[in-house]
């Protein structure tokens, strides 16, 4: 890396203890704490007149730093980025689903170097695919009074209470599948900062044996699960991909029997099916085959009529599922359709029956971006709010606030001026419910009744559609698909 004396046109000086190193990128100086007597962090050592004689090279495992050439060897055998041993749990592709060679699409183009005959032949694939399914889904908005502090916040910024609306719903539609229990585990897939699972921690109170298992596969700042002190939940966070996880190979669930509840928040196209295919074929198929008794069930076969009606007292008895499950519920809210994969999508028999292959989901699932680009926000607005957003370090912001839309006009495909940008709209959220679907047919298959529903409003985000399911044995009433 190239070596900068700080901006002669700044008047800003670097902080005393901190690195005097200008980037231009940023407008600032490196806020690196630099060693006593140096003017420099070790990044930017280079900048120094004393470390000129030493070069520093792009680490091979990592080229986001550099390292001192002399001191590669060394830095190899510590550097984070260094791979490390794998856990009991990781499972190379355990979820992602059969590769069937046959079905390889041949050399696709982007959508907008189809022809329009071409683009109108697969357009009117999807309208009859499409026919029969509601197009139009119930409204589930809902709220959790454990939120309700926190969304009268005025401290809040715009982005924050999107956020906690969003959480607020998504708590509120879990208790409604009386989901919000005690003795379970909740699961909560692309976890980030684990919002959620506080949240619903928050909710349960002092509820018995709860366990937190939050899933997510890339280092992430500001984590709110390691404030959290409860004798009576557990918080355990793994880095991984949910492509390779195998959640009965987790000690805490493989010990403690627990009902899994499958829950998040924007889970990414891909991820969702990853996550479906993780929890009802890997887990719940596994703990059906061994026939294991959860130990919420032991503990109610185990005590006396008095016992349980304490243990009913302390931890509200009437959430608990009438006939166990290994999965208890689920409840994901859906977004990224584009980034979605035929080779791990869950609903390829579905696809299949329709007559529907390999090319036609590609297309489908580029498509399903013209649901939320034809509201994106000016460039110069977008560039005003990723300006803000980088100054706001502890700032609510999520990857998918806007949609989920981060994607190229070349990859998703500009359509010809035939379509309007409405018509654009519709086609998007026909393909995103034709994917949904597939994924909707799939749970009924694994013994489970799921549920497709709007849980927030569309100016709070445009990915407001949340999956729901519960095994088919559960005496909740809210099931319908």
Excluded at 134 to 154: C, V, W
Aim: charged share 30%.
């Amino acid at each position: 890396m190239a070596a900068s004396a700080p901006a002669p046109h700044t008047t800003d000086f670097p902080v005393e203890g901190r690195c005097s190193y200008y980037v231009e990128k940023k407008k600032r100086f490196c806020r690196m704490v630099v060693a006593a007597g140096k003017r420099f962090c070790g990044e930017h050592a280079g900048a120094a007149e004393e470390e000129n004689a030493r070069k520093r090279i792009l680490c091979p495992l990592d080229p986001k730093h550099t390292v001192y050439e002399d001191q590669l060897s060394k830095h190899l055998k510590k550097c984070n980025s260094r791979e490390k041993p794998k856990p009991d749990f990781f499972i190379q592709d355990i979820n992602a689903g059969l590769k069937d060679e046959t079905e390889i699409p041949e050399q696709l183009v982007p959508i907008s170097s189809l022809s329009e005959e071409h683009l109108e032949n697969l357009i009117k694939k999807l309208q009859k695919a499409s026919e029969g399914l509601n197009s139009t889904l119930k409204d589930q908005i809902m709220s959790h009074p454990a939120l309700h502090d926190a969304l009268n916040d005025p401290k809040n910024g715009d982005s924050a209470t999107k956020h906690l609306k969003q959480q607020a719903s998504i708590l509120g539609n879990i208790e409604k599948l009386k989901l919000l229990g005690p003795r379970r585990c909740f699961v909560e897939f692309g976890a980030g900062k684990g919002k959620l699972s506080h949240w619903v921690d928050i909710a349960l109170k002092d509820a018995e044996k709860v366990h937190f298992i939050l899933v997510e596969k890339v280092t992430t700042r500001f984590k709110v699960d390691g404030k959290h002190r409860k004798k009576n939940s557990v918080f355990e966070r793994l880095q991984i991909d949910i492509q390779h996880l195998c959640l009965n190979k987790i000690p805490l669930l493989s010990k403690e029997k627990l009902p899994v509840v499958g829950i998040g928040k924007h889970l990414c196209g891909v991820a969702t099916d990853l996550a479906l295919r993780c929890l009802v074929e890997t887990y719940a198929a596994s703990c059906e085959e061994r026939n294991e008794e959860p130990l919420a069930k032991r503990i109610k076969n185990d005590k006396t009529g008095k016992e349980i009606n304490t243990v009913a007292k302390k931890g509200n008895e009437k959430n608990v599922p009438e006939k166990w499950s290994p999965v208890a519920g689920i409840v994901i809210a859906l977004c990224c359709h584009h980034r979605c994969d035929w080779r791990h999508y869950v609903g390829k028999e579905y696809f299949r029956a329709l007559g529907l292959g390999a090319v036609e989901f590609h297309y489908f699932q580029r498509m399903s971006s013209w649901a939320t680009c034809g509201m994106r926000k000016t460039s110069l607005e977008a560039s005003s709010l990723s300006t803000k957003r980088k100054d706001e370090q502890n700032d609510d912001s999520e990857e998918h606030d806007d949609g989920g839309c981060r994607i190229t006009d070349e990859s998703s495909g500009s359509a010809p001026g035939f379509l309007t940008v409405e018509e654009k709209k519709k086609i998007g959220h026909l393909c995103k419910l034709l994917i949904d679907q597939g994924r909707v047919e799939y749970l009924q298959q694994k013994g489970f009744s799921p549920a497709l529903q709007y849980y927030t409003d569309p100016l709070v985000s445009l990915e407001n559609v949340l999956l729901t399911a519960l095994p088919n044995h559960s005496s909740s009433p809210e099931t319908t698909a």
